[in-house]
């Protein structure tokens, strides 16, 4: 497996990507920086993107909800399931057991 680091700053990200639109090429651009000319293709196509000159993926604040909507999905379901067992508990302990819920 390949090493990992840290992400790039966006501020440099940022640059990189305008030197591209300027005219240098992500090959040129991945002997002189340290991300590879895929990262740097990859970096091009969002910004891309992000400027509606490509449909073709989500944009930045697309993928931004779309990672809080997720993370909020799994917390509801979470707690969905602790109340669950909760309920569950309770009825056990006053020997009552209330109808299953067909919208649960």
């Keep these: 497996m390949g090493k990992t ?22 090959a040129e651009l991945a002997k002189e920086f340290e991300p590879s000319a895929q990262t740097i293709c990859n970096w091009i196509a969002q910004a891309d993107r992000d400027e509606g000159r490509r449909e073709d993926g989500l944009s930045s604040v697309e993928q931004d909800e779309l990672r809080r909507l997720r993370r909020e999905n799994r917390r509801l379901r979470e707690e969905r399931e602790i109340l ?21």
């Design 84 to 104: 669950s067992k909760a309920a569950a508990w309770f009825a056990q302990e006053t020997d009552s057991i209330p109808p299953k819920s067909s919208n649960s």
């Design 5 to 26: 680091r840290n992400p790039y700053p966006q501020e440099f990200r940022d640059q990189i990507v305008r030197l591209a639109q300027a005219g240098r090429t992500p």
